[in-house]
């Protein structure tokens, strides 16, 4: 009887604790997701292109976006510009991790091809350095006239940095731009002008690795500092000291030059006019000729005295002829 009873009360503790292990809650799986574009963990350069939509998957050691850019070219595909984030294993629990593994030439091209179909793309063989670090990118065009490339970048600090338990993060950026109007160096200012506004929490993710000190040069001696890039001979000034000459206030030397100028006073040329007519000549002034004198005209002999008035065509009687009969008569004669 004992034996039936403890039998019991393990059945009924198993049926409580099976009970119990199945009441879990609903879960979502992780997926891709659209996020806003002011979370975005990279950001095009100033001016453009401009963000479409921002796609976010988070991964078990990192976070992954690809960032869809605003696209104006006919060759089939979407411009973006994605990043990914690697770091420890369980940033994001129960989701798959994404592989620690570095950017290959080879794996980079067949990716650029891909990515711009139909366009011939042409490995870049430059050196190229952004202030993130070393880049690499492809180039083409389509038939149509428009202008490709495919730019890459590993952001991760040095083999040397790696001590310590510190800076093993990395960050891998990505670019695909297709433009009918931009040339190719147009495009690659992207890849010079981006910016990464995520990070890896934690120290030992750092991906950039120790910071740079300061240039050793500076308090060295023998070591001078120009103020231009091209040394001293680039330098404007000339050699030895020459003081400067004195300025010169132009405004106040024009003002004494014009008060130094004596006055003219503008005088006014009075043109007498010429007489018209005959001249009647004053009681007590002697006959003239009435001609008329015409200014420039060549001068005339004047006319003797003797000479009737009535030649002039007007009788002008003498004082002497004037209230007395006989002398009046004297003179008609």
């Known amino acids: 009887m004992r034996l039936l009873n403890l039998i019991s009360i393990v059945a009924v503790a198993g049926v409580m604790s099976g009970c119990t292990s199945t009441s879990g809650s609903v879960k979502q799986p ?73 950017l290959g030439e080879t794996a980079m091209s ?19 350095q952004n202030s993130y670090g070393p880049f690499s990118y492809a180039s083409g065009r389509s038939r149509g006239g428009d202008t490709c490339i495919y ?63 300061a240039d050793p040069t500076l308090g060295r001696t023998g070591s001078p500092i120009y103020p231009d890039d091209g040394g001293y001979r680039q330098m404007s000034m000339p050699l030895g000291y020459e003081p400067a000459p004195p300025a010169v206030n132009r405004v106040a030397v024009r003002r004494t030059v014009v008060a130094a100028q004596p006055a003219t006073v503008p005088q ?14 004053l009681p007590d002034a002697p006959a003239q000729s009435s001609q008329v004198v015409v200014p420039g005209a060549p001068a005339q ?21 004037i209230g007395d009969a006989a002398m009046t008569a004297a003179c008609r004669r």
């Open 268 to 281: 006014t040329v009075v043109q007498q006019l010429a007489p018209v007519g005959p001249r009647v000549p």
């Open 30 to 102: 992780s997926a891709p997701e659209a996020v806003a574009s002011e979370k975005a963990l990279v950001l095009p350069p100033p001016g453009g292109p401009s963000i479409v939509s921002v796609i976010e998957t988070k991964r078990g050691n990192g976070v992954e976006q690809t960032l869809a850019l605003f696209t104006s070219s006919s060759v089939p595909g979407q411009n973006f510009l994605k990043v990914q984030f690697l770091g420890a294993s369980g940033s994001n629990p129960d989701t798959g991790g994404a592989g620690y593994k570095m």
């Open 151 to 213: 730019g890459w970048q590993q952001i991760r600090s040095s083999h040397a940095a790696h001590t310590q338990a510190r800076n093993f993060g990395m960050i891998q950026v990505k670019l695909r731009l297709c433009d009918a109007r931009a040339s190719e160096r147009q495009l690659l200012a992207v890849m010079y002008g981006y910016t990464i506004t995520g990070t890896l929490n934690g120290e030992i993710w750092n991906p950039y690795g120790d910071v740079r000190g």
């Open 301 to 321: 002999p004047a006319a003797p005295a003797q000479q009737s008035a009535r030649a002039g065509g007007v009788a002008v009687p003498s004082p002497d002829c």
């Open 110 to 128: 067949r990716e650029a091809f891909g990515a711009v179909p139909g366009v011939a793309m042409a490995r870049n063989t430059t050196f190229l």
